[in-house]
Every structure is written in C-alpha cells, then in structure tokens.
C-alpha cells in the first residue's frame, strides 16, 4: 500500500493538525476560565459548560447564565467554529494526501531501525550505493540507506528488497543518529562529493570510535585527508576502473576470472574473511596448517594479512594465526559457509 503513495514531505501537514490541536486545547482552556469568572461556576462546571458549548449539542446550562455568560457563551462557539472548520481541513489534508499512511510507514521503518546492532549504514544511494545495497541483500547483512534525493527515496520504496533508509543528509548528526551509528559496526559513504565524505567520516568516528569507515573519494588529493579524518579504508572507482581496463590489454583473463568469481548471479563462488578477534579461541595462535580450513570446510586460504595491515597471498602453511592478523579464504557457498561454522 505504502508504495502506491506519492512520496511528500509530512511535516506540514504535522503542523497544521498540531496547531488545530492547540486551538481546541486554548478554547477549552479560555471557556473553562471564562465561566469561573464571569458565572462563578466551579471548576468542573465551567469545563461541562465548556465542553457543552464548543461541541453545541445543546444540552441545559449548568446554572442560568447572566447576560453577560450568554454573551460569552456565543463569542466561545464562534470561536470555536473557526477552529473546528480549521480541524477538518488539516485532518481531510492530512488523510487525503496520504499523510497519514506515510507517518504511519514512516514510524515503522524508525522502529525496525532502532532495533538494530552491528548493521551497516550506507550514506549514498547513487550508481555505487545501488551495488553495495546488492552485496547486502545478497549476503544477507543488515544494513540502512541514507539518503535525501526524493527521487531516490521513492526507488527504494518501490523496489522489490525490502530496504530500511532514513530520509535526510547525512551530514547532519541526527541522521547519522536516526540511522544508528552509535550501534553499527560499519559504515559506507558513497557520496559523489569528496567534502561531504569528509565532513561523513569526521562526524561518524566521533559518535563511534570502533566503527570501521569506508568512503569513496573522487580526487587522489582527498584520500590522505578523508584517512586522516578517521576512515579506515578509501576506495577511489575511476582508479580502480582504470586498472581493470590497462589489465584487459595484457592479462584478459585474469580480470574476466575475477568478474566472474564475484558476479554473484553467475558464479557460485566468493571470498570470506575471518580475524583473529572473531574467530573461536581453539583456533587462535595456531599455524595455517594446524587450523585444517581445506580438510575441514573446502575452502583455500589464500590470503592473510598481518597486524601491520601488510597482506600475503597464498602464506605458508606455519604461518601463525595471531592477534591482528586476518585470513581470506576462496570457496564455493556451501564451502564459504562452513567456514564461518567452522571458524566463528
């Protein structure tokens, strides 16, 4: 139902039944008040008379009004018919534009995002967004979008993954906030400004010191400062495209191998990693060929990367499994799998 809405901004409408809340509350306040002083009614009998009069369902006074009640009691339905007319506007605004479907679903993504730890926020839902968003579903992660283009918003709405996203700019706290970043364990910005990935990383490693950034970057310029503003990883696309592209010339198959390794549609095949803080403690401080990942699960080691962040492709067998260290595996699913049963 929710996707069949056009997709508005609600804060309006939200004011308006706000301020049309407002003005009965200050009617019922002014005849309350009004009858004490002018009939010297009690409290609860100046809020019935008030209650009487505003709604005009014309039952008996309280006591018999003075000439001046009656007077007041006409100027309070007056008043209160300009309210009510303003009431039913916003209200029939309200339902009409599907305001109140949309605060309904609104609310209900907010709660399903509250409700989670350790997930992934992605800051971009543009042409490298649209990718990550893909690897998520496909992997099965929880992960929330942020984005503030409505157009893109009203995609997400209606594509077939259900995709949980906060609607606004990410640079701002409170949606950084809104979208979980003090419970994350990761978050990605894909933005195609270099200064709004900065602005992104600074903000999200002071509200998460553990979170581990990975920001896009356009200039070669902006990755040594988007990594000294605390992103742990910086991927540029052009550059990486390009590489891809001069290696066609010379080694085709070597790119189209690793196309189709991580084309996810195609290929029952893929990389999994395991760190030494993650992996269960019989398994720590213990040599590759101790660990028995091929016998075990079918998958190869073929990575592994040191506590300096220095990597090693295909290590040796007694290479020790230590603190800070990380292993890369490549296996089919079912292999990938019973990796992570197997290590985690």
């Known amino acids: 139902m929710f996707k069949l809405l056009s997709w508005y901004s609600y804060k309006g409408s939200y004011l308006r039944i706000k301020v049309a809340a407002l003005m009965f509350a200050f009617a019922i306040l002014l005849g309350t008040l009004g009858f004490m002083y002018y009939e010297n009614y009690s409290l609860n009998e100046a809020f019935y008379m008030t209650m009487i009069t505003i709604s005009t369902v014309g039952y008996t006074e309280v006591k018999p009004l003075s000439e001046t009640g009656r007077n007041f009691a006409a100027f309070l339905i007056l008043i209160n018919i300009g309210i009510f007319a303003y009431a039913v506007s916003a209200f029939t605004h309200y339902v009409v534009q599907g305001e109140i479907f949309k605060t309904i679903h609104k609310n209900y993504v907010q709660r399903k995002i509250d409700q989670l730890h350790n997930h992934i926020i992605l800051c971009g839902y543009g042409r490298y967004g ?41 640079t701002h706290d409170e949606i950084l906030q809104q979208a979980g970043v003090e419970r994350a364990s990761a978050l990605v910005t894909a933005l195609p400004d270099d200064t709004n990935n900065l602005f992104i990383v600074l903000t999200a490693r002071q509200m998460n010191k553990k979170l581990n950034i990975i920001s896009r970057a356009i200039s070669p310029k902006a990755k040594k400062k988007l990594l000294l503003a605390g992103a742990n990883h910086v991927i540029q696309p052009d550059q990486i495209g ?94 990938l799998k019973a990796f992570c049963g197997y290590m985690k």
């Open 130 to 170: 649209h990718s990550a968003v893909d690897n998520f579903v496909n992997h099965d992660l929880p992960f929330v979008v942020i984005e503030q283009a409505t157009d893109k918003i009203e995609e997400i709405q209606q594509g077939a993954a259900p995709i949980l996203y906060v609607e606004g700019d990410a």
């Open 242 to 335: 390009g590489f891809f592209m001069a290696t066609l010339v010379n080694k085709p198959h070597t790119i189209e191998f690793f196309n189709f390794i991580t084309d996810k549609y195609h290929a029952d095949m893929g990389f999994e990693e395991v760190a030494y803080e993650s992996a269960k403690p019989e398994f720590k401080n213990k040599t590759i060929k101790d660990l028995q990942i091929r016998k075990k699960t079918g998958a190869n080691v073929i990575g592994y990367s040191n506590p300096e962040g220095k990597y090693f492709i295909n290590p040796k067998p007694e290479t020790v499994f230590a603190p800070g260290c990380s292993l890369i595996v490549l296996g089919n699913e079912a292999q």
